[in-house]
């Protein structure tokens, strides 16, 4: 292959994998990241004041992890400020399974769990990254990205919360990868 022939064969293939690489960001595009510390983290969430609490689980070995759960502010009919949990509902294999909190684990090598908290005025998502096992926590395996949309039951109908996160879709990653957060910023740009 001459070098002319060669060079349009990689535009050509550059052209064809930038639709896949966009059509996979483009749900988050306008959303921005919520940075979050050790600790109590003020935010607005949906419009409204809200909390992430954001702590670090020691083990003394190479897999202690991190735990985040969210909460926004309300008041009761009565005015009486209240706090309300934002849970997340429904993965691959139950749209009802709840989780009350987001980790943020793996090993000494690679995180095989991680998640990123993004907002865009009143709407917010939640994504969580997950990397299946492969044969160490050193290894490349498949990744995949949950993306959850926060929700409003207004009507107040049995079983979901005022406010909570909502499974929206499964992303599968392109690529193998050893730590999720990598996963996260190649592949979502997050």
Known sequence: MNGGVRRLFFLCLA???????AASTAPLAGFHAVSLHNGFNRIRLA?????????????YNAHGFSLASIYLDDADANGKASLLLVPAFGDNHDPNKEQFDFARSGGADCLL??????????????????????????????????????QRNDDELPGRPRFYFSLDRRIEASHSYCDVSEALKEELRI
């Not at 926590?137 to 995949?144: G, K, M, Q, R, S």
């Open 113 to 150: 769990r991680d998640f990123r908290l993004l907002t865009a005025g009143d709407k917010a998502l939640l994504v969580i990254a997950t990397r299946e096992p492969g044969d160490s926590y050193a290894d490349a395996a498949a990744v995949h990205f949950d993306i959850y949309s926060l």
């Open 47 to 59: 419009g409204r004041s809200a909390t992430v609490a954001y702590a670090w689980r020691e083990n």
């Open 15 to 21: 052209l064809a994998y930038l639709p896949l690489q």
